[in-house]
């Protein structure tokens, strides 16, 4: 920006925003399609912002949860975003996801704008507070329910009027979304639901996945190289990196290492299925015989076609972007590469298909499930994993059009066409009035 001083939200909170990737991404794209710093602004700031503290009886104690909504744009739909839970629950991290679902939904192309909720629990000091001892999963799932539900009924309004449409995120699940049903009984307030619940929808849970594992095939014919001889690596092993593996898998690409929290597994001949199922179904933090076990860092470092981050973000930075081999990266989580690591990426010519493109599939279903639920229209797994793959392969088209045209790269055509979709729903609706 032209300036330094403060603005927006940062003269509320009398603090500035940490350097954020989107925010300069926002920027750039503003300032290439003629955007005054005023419009700009507008573009990045959040139109809404919530600060809670919600006490929650847990287990016979009185535990209090703090959180964030950040609501950063409904110009082109409702505010759309799932609820994460974590113990680095930030202010400006939950801002900055609503930014990127922001973007997400404008660049495919659907009817929805930007949300995020974020609950800060530290589950060590749950642990504590609560005398237990040892890795309990039943126990943090406790936690994990009762905050969601606790933190809920505050905002069975905002959840109703479809102003925010919560989903699952880091830390939360169908379970959770079915407590916020029971809370607001309303199909159409929550996406993400359980098998059986009523409005929920066949292959939800697969779609971020699904899309993920389309927009590598995509990324492979863009490259030219054949898909049965491709290796590609995949770090993080949770709904979305396991379900990308595993179509993967079925489409004949070798995935060759795949990996969670304190374990990844490497295999040079490529994993079958039932190596995938068997890894899924180990305890995390356990070497697992017969394959060559390694690091999550150095999954990140091997000589593959494609890395698919499917993990947290920000795990690729300035200091091992330099020894990435992989000639391609296809960010499956939410900002796995922090901005300094981008400009280092393009500059080696690693092609980059960023975060608001290649993992929108489970927000491309959330549509489709947001608008059956209101229908009560009935659709097959198939039909819906249909939809994303249509869905994600023309943005993939319209991006790839935008980046040859323009010659950036593919991230900045992303954000570019996002924007230019943002701004022109605001100066429509007078949202930007002097424009």
């Not at 796995?336 to 092609?351: C, N, Q, S, V, Y």
């Not at 491309?364 to 869905?391: F, G, I, N, P």
Request: hydrophobic share 40%.
């Amino acid at each position: 920006m032209a300036t330094d001083m403060p603005k927006g939200i940062e003269q509320i909170t009398c603090c500035s925003e940490p350097p954020t990737a989107s925010r300069v991404l926002i920027e750039k794209a503003g300032k290439r399609l003629g955007l005054d710093d005023r419009a700009i602004e507008e573009l990045v700031s959040p139109q809404e912002v919530i600060l809670f503290r919600v006490p929650s009886k847990t287990l016979g104690k009185v535990i209090t949860f703090w959180g964030v909504i950040a609501l950063h744009n409904n110009a082109r739909g409702p505010f759309k975003g799932g609820i994460r839970i974590s113990e680095d629950v930030s202010l400006w991290e939950t801002i900055e996801l609503a930014r990127l679902m922001t973007l997400k939904t404008a660049v495919t192309d659907i009817e929805f704008g930007g949300g995020k909720m974020g609950i800060r629990v530290d589950m060590p000091e749950m642990y504590r507070l609560l005398g237990r001892t040892g890795r309990d999963p039943e126990f943090e799932k406790v936690i994990r329910l009762d905050a969601v539900e606790y933190c809920t009924k505050p905002f069975r309004q905002l959840f109703t009027s479809h102003t925010y449409i919560p989903a699952p995120d880091l830390g939360t699940g169908p379970d959770e979304m079915a407590f916020i049903y029971n809370e607001t009984l309303d199909p159409a307030s929550v996406t993400g639901k359980p098998e059986g619940t009523h409005g929920w929808l066949p292959g939800r849970k697969e779609s971020t996945g699904c899309g993920v594992c389309h927009i590598t095939l995509r990324t492979l014919d863009m490259l030219g190289i054949e898909h049965k001889k491709a290796s590609v690596a995949v770090q993080g092993f949770g709904n979305v990196g396991s379900n990308a593996a595993f179509y993967l898998a079925r489409a004949g690409v070798k995935v060759v290492a795949v990996s969670r929290k304190g374990s990844a597994i490497y295999k040079p001949s490529g994993l079958t299925l039932d190596d995938l199922s068997h890894f899924l179904r180990l305890p995390e933090n356990q070497e697992v015989p017969d394959y060559t076990n390694i690091t999550n860092e150095a999954l990140l470092e091997l000589d593959v076609d494609v890395l698919v981050p499917a993990a947290t973000s920000h795990v690729i930075t300035s200091v091992n972007a330099p020894r990435i081999r992989a000639k391609a990266i296809v960010e499956g989580a939410n900002m796995p590469a922090t901005g300094d690591a981008l400009a280092i990426l393009e500059g080696r010519r690693i092609l980059v298909i960023p975060d608001i493109l290649s993992n929108a599939g489970g927000v491309v279903a959330s549509m489709e499930e947001y608008s059956k639920s209101l229908s009560a229209a009935k659709v097959t797994k198939e039909e819906v994993l249909r939809t994303v793959q249509d869905v994600l392969g023309r943005a993939f088209e319209q991006v790839l059009e935008v980046s040859r045209s323009e010659k950036v790269p593919m991230t900045e055509a992303a954000v570019s066409l996002a924007v230019h979709r943002v701004y022109d729903a605001m100066r429509k609706r007078r949202m930007i009035w002097w424009a």
